[in-house]
């Protein structure tokens, strides 16, 4: 989960489409075709996979999703560790009502370009 702080490589352009989550549209694809969900776990690369283990694995008992726990409360400011327990945290007390708060938490956070 590491990101480079000001990094160069990144436009105006793409520091605007990042900051209001605008680049997680492509996704929307993903869900469309059953892949992910709206909410839920973000998927980790592989490299980041092989950190979690034991009780964390649990966070792959359902479908990735665009918005969740993680991304309402910080996102990248937030330590691994800290994504993973998020992430259980999401997985033990799912439900319906739970994935619409997040939703609706998610829209002033896109808007702010901020967390919790």
């Known amino acids: 989960m590491f990101k480079i702080p000001n990094d160069p490589r990144v436009t105006p352009l793409g520091q605007f489409l990042r900051k209001h989550a605008i680049d997680e549209l492509p996704q929307l694809i993903n869900v469309l075709l059953g892949d992910m969900s709206l909410v839920g776990p ?7 996979d092989r950190y979690v283990d034991g009780w964390a694995r649990r966070r792959v008992d359902v479908k990735p999703g665009i918005t969740g726990l993680w991304q309402v409360c910080g996102a990248s400011n937030i330590p691994f560790g800290e994504m993973v327990q998020l992430d259980y945290r999401y ?5 319906l009502w739970n994935d619409i708060l997040l939703l609706l938490r998610t829209l002033p956070t896109v808007v702010r370009g901020s967390g919790c």
């Open 42 to 48: 973000r998927p980790l690369i592989l490299a980041e």
């Open 91 to 95: 997985v033990r007390t799912w439900s």
